[in-house]
Every structure is written in C-alpha cells, then in structure tokens.
C-alpha cells in the first residue's frame, strides 16, 4: 500500500517539476534520484517491475522432497565432524530431463545439518566446484574467520576446516555460498542447506512425519530445462516463473489430520512471498529466524522476504480428510497443495517455549542510537550510507558483548523505492521499533533479517558474540552483488 502512495507522490513531483523546470539533474532536490543516469536496464517508471513475473501454481502433482539429514564423520565427546562438499551435478526436476545443478554432498540443494547447543563441531569444508565458493552459515553465532564471508574464498579443489561451539538456541538457519559478486549466481544454480540448532529438550514433533522443511525458491529454466542464469539475471534481483520447494516442481505435502509443523525458509534471490492457507485458517507462527518466540502468534498471513524463516505449526485435526487446503500466497498461487489422511495423531503437541524469554531491557530501550544505516538505490546503484561493499574497508567497529542500537532506513528514491530485506551476519538481533512503535509480535523474537519497505526506519539491538569481520548486507542476492553490503569489525 505505502509503496503505491509513494509512486503517486513521486509520479506528481516528477509531473510538477516538469512543468516548472526541464532540469532535474541539476537540482536534485531531495537527493532522491541516484544522479549516475544508466536506467537502462529497467524502465524509468517501473523501475522495480518485478511484480510481472507471475510465478506459476504448483500443480501437486509430487510429493515433496524432504532433504536427508546429515551424517556425522564421527563424534568424540562433545566434538563432532561433519563433511560439507560444494559439488557439480545433474538432477532430475522434470520428468526424464537432467537439468545441470550444483549442491552440498547432493546434485542440488543439500542436506540439513543438526547441531547441538554446547557442541564443538569440526567441519571439513570442501570446494568441488570450477569456481571459487565460500560456504556461510546465516543466523549462525560463530566467529568472523569462521563465518564464510567473501573473504573466506575456497579455491576449486580446495579445502578448510573449521571449528566453532554452538552457542544459541534452538533454530532453524540455513547455509549458503558468499563470494564476491558472484552469491546470486550460485545459490540461483542449487547451493542452499539447512541447519537445525537443536538443544537438550525433547521436541515434540518429528522430522519428516509432522515437522518439514520448505526451502522455498523460484527459478527460470531455458527451452532445454537448464539454469542459464547469466541469461535471466536482473540486478534487481532475479525472479523466475518456476516454483521449487525443497527442489521440488510441483510439489504437494501429505500430512495425518494432527499439528504439523512447516519451517519456512524464503531462499529465493528476491521474491517475497506472503504466505496464507487457501481456507483462510489462522495457523500459528512459533519461532523467527532465530529461534522460538516467547509464545506462540496466531496469524491467517505471513511474510518472508529473502533469507528470513519462520516456523509454523498448521492444525490439521480443523482439516477433514481429503479436503481441499492448500499453502498459497496472498495473490492465490499455490505453492503446496495438502493431501490429508485421515490417520489421527495421539497427541496434541504442545510447541515448546524459549528457555530464556526475549525481552528488551529498559536499559537498551533508552539507548541511543550509535549506528546509522541507510539503504539506498536499486539496480546496479543499490548503496548503504552511500557506499558501495569494499572488501579493503571496514565500515563500523563495535565490541565484543556490548549491545549498540542500529537504526535501519530505507530510503525511498523516485520510483518509491522497493522492500529490502537487509541482514547481519554472526548474530541474533532483537527489533526495538519500526517507524517508532513497537513491531508486530512475530517479529519480537530473534532476528538476522529485517524486511523494510519504502520509507520504514527500524531501530535493532545488536550484540557480536563473537570476534572478527562481519558484513551486513541487503538480501537481495544481486543487490549483495552489486555491492549493497558493508563490513563491521568486532573487537
Ligand atoms: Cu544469507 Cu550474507 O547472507
Ligand atoms: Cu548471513
Ligand atoms: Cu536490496
């Protein structure tokens, strides 16, 4: 809604200015328009014309694939080692047709690796790619040479192995490549993994029976059903007309008339999607990117915007056998179609509740705001704080276990400006305020992406765990590339 105010506005300014004045790019006179000229690649007036690429419905017609869990290499005491290996290989997404794909231990996508809170995990890093890789683990508290940033680079054949103590709650977080320039392209083309955090409390729902993961994404495949990303790639990020879950086409969940429990993860480039059952019943969101929300919140819509994740728990006891429900978005494309059984659970599971409740001291709350963020611009001339990403240059400094308020703009530009999902590497921030009030209560818990639209200014309260370089970044992974991302040194 706000982001078609701002059009209007902006289309009324540019009308009054042209009545009034043929020079524009002298006057600049709300510093709205990046100056640089080169629009070629959108159309001036829409220049954030993503919304014409409909993605397609999901016609159920196979089952989901859910990913395999990760073998240990072995375990000795509380240290365990894992294999991870960044590989070239060729699946089968359409009938019969081997489309060319990259994955972790796997042809494409990867396996979901479940950690334990206190564990010391030793993972063997491996680079089987013809390119360089980085391997990042997003949400994760993890020290800086650690973290898998775009310094980070592991040469083709190459291998590291790196070591870090699991040291948050339970959650739901993903891994993914981060070379400079170069994250879009290889995330478009399969590389994408889940991690679980798990801790020592039982959970009540089980993998893979009640309790599945959606790796949600959207792609463009050529004539010959391949990933020519070099051919589709928008630097506004790219969207595709082809929906893929847990690299799934067409997918469709059977699920027991019992609660089930879907972690969503957004690993599109740049679509956002707005999630909704096609009864309109309210589900409930139980954790954010971070982990388990103080309580549960009930909702008929959710959005993820790139990178972000949300667990949901959907009744199906509500939900007779055979009925038509369907996960769909706010527009009504279906993405999953339920197929309900009528096989009854024993148990109404109860989801568990955080061991330590989130809440914001008073002490933060009245602190002022020591960094200022601003994201600026679309194409290739996305900015924050006017900068473009320079590897060679540390943007902020913070220190070690001290919290410091971040205020986050989005500047709007002349076309209104587009939603930013803009992300902190190596921590778990909590939102103090959006455009001055409190947030909405699923986003109160954890946090490692914030979406903003147009015009919003959130304030977050950031804490590093841990040392070393650290980037914040728009999730936009061809903004990312083009350099919408800056560094911060904890010391
Ligand atoms: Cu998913 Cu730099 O992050
Ligand atoms: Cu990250
Ligand atoms: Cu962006």
Known sequence: MKRYILMTLSLTFIIVLGACSNNLGNMNPFDMMDSSGDRSEGSMMMGHGHSDVPLQHSTGENELKIPPILQKDKEEGNDVYYTIEAQKGQTEIFD??????LGYNASFLGPVMK???????????????????????????????????PHDVIQPGEEKEITFVVQQERATLWFHPHPKGKTAKQVFEGLAGLMYIEDGMDDPYVYGE??????????????????????VKNADGTMGETLLINGTLNPRLTVNQEKVRLRLL???NMRNYTFKLSNNQSFQQVASDGGLLNEPVELTELQLTPSERAEIVIDFTKIKENEDVKLITDDGTVLLP???????????????????????????MKKEVSKEIVLFGMMHHVTINGKKFDPNRIDFTQKKGETEVWEIYNKPDMMGGMIHPFHIHGTQFKVISINGEEPPENLQGYKDTIALDPGDKAKIAVKFEEKGVFMYHCHILEHEDNGMMGQIKVE
């Open 210 to 231: 009640n309790d599945f993961p959606l790796i949600i994404q959207d792609r463009t495949f050529n004539d010959q059903k391949q990933l020519d990303y070099e051919a």
């Open 96 to 101: 019969g047709i081997q489309t060319k794909t």
């Open 115 to 149: 950690l334990k809170k206190g564990q010391t995990v030793h993972i063997k890093l491996i680079n089987s790619l013809d390119e360089e890789t980085t391997f990042h683990w997003h949400g994760l508290i993890i020290a800086g040479d650690a973290d898998g940033g």
């Open 338 to 364: 339920f197929q309900v059984n009528d096989k009854e659970s024993k148990v109404q599971k109860e989801m568990l509740k955080p061991e330590n409740p989130i809440t914001i001291s008073d002490e933060i």
């Open 266 to 268: 957004n690993g599109s």
